[in-house]
């Protein structure tokens, strides 16, 4: 499989997953034309489109492509429904599509009704998990994007995490107000710093990775909660990520 990267807008991504035969999959295409020329350049032919979600940057494009290939399939949630999906998909849907298996996972937070999907070894996560953060919360709670952080980290290490936006530098340099002293972060931000300043694209990102340099995946972590305020163990860890979401939105 091929996985590719198409800027948007400022810091987004929209993500291609092709087989070897040029037909491949779309994901939260905010906008069409990027997606148009990517297609025509490398000669692929769309077998469905996902969506993760409702929010403008990432079903912009739908209308338009489809009205390139009129009987494309648009998988996304309920609250897609009216922004271009024609197939509705729930929690623990299976979805086969071009000879592979995506699995729908329901992880609100961002918005209620937002979703990811996965295909080993690829996470389409749109704005709920990004590399070394986590989405801002639209509609849902904290409690809510805990849980569905429980969710994803409880795929494998090598998971590839092909979140929707560039934020992992702004996501490190929050991390280091916190734990100034993290080693691993202060070493993934170098490197990071490094790779951006090329041009060079920090995502996708690993899960193995993440458990090591996103807080919001570490609210289990003593030393990060004696960081933040707490001086003895919360008895409901959504509370820790609920004062780390707190300070990144005042960041």
């Known amino acids: 499989m091929n996985l590719i990267s198409i800027p948007a807008f400022q810091d987004n991504y929209i993500w291609l997953l092709a087989n070897q035969q040029g037909r491949c999959v779309i994901v939260d295409p905010g906008e069409a034309g990027p997606v148009l020329a990517a297609l025509s350049q490398r000669q692929l032919t769309p077998d469905a489109i996902l969506l993760t979600h409702h929010h403008h940057d990432h079903v912009g494009g739908v209308a338009e492509i489809v009205a390139q290939y009129p009987d494309l399939p648009v998988y996304g949630p309920q609250e897609t429904a009216?922004?271009?999906?024609?197939?509705?998909?729930?929690?623990g849907d299976i979805l086969e599509i071009g000879g592979r298996s995506y699995t729908t996972i329901a992880v609100p937070g961002h918005t209620l009704g937002h979703v990811a999907f996965y295909s080993a070894p690829y996470l389409f996560c749109g704005d709920t998990l990004f590399s070394a953060g986590c989405g801002r919360l639209f509609e849902g709670t904290a409690e809510q994007m805990y849980h569905s952080f429980q969710r994803l980290a409880q795929l494998p290490d090598e998971t590839l995490i092909c979140c929707a936006h560039e934020y992992t530098l702004s996501n490190l340099k929050f991390a280091r107000t916190i734990l100034p002293q993290d080693r691993q972060i202060e070493t993934y931000q170098q490197q990071i710093e490094q790779s951006r300043a090329k041009g060079?694209?920090?995502l996708p990102t690993t899960l193995q990775l993440e458990r090591k340099i996103n807080l919001f995946l570490r609210c289990h972590d003593t030393d990060l909660q004696k960081e933040i305020g707490f001086n003895s163990p919360p008895s409901q860890l959504h509370s820790v990520f609920s004062e780390l979401r707190l300070r990144k939105d005042a960041f």
Do not use: E, F, I
Request: glycine share 8%; aromatic share 0%; no cysteine.
């Open 82 to 91: 009216n922004k271009g999906a024609n197939r509705l998909v729930q929690d």
């Open 200 to 202: 060079v694209p920090s």
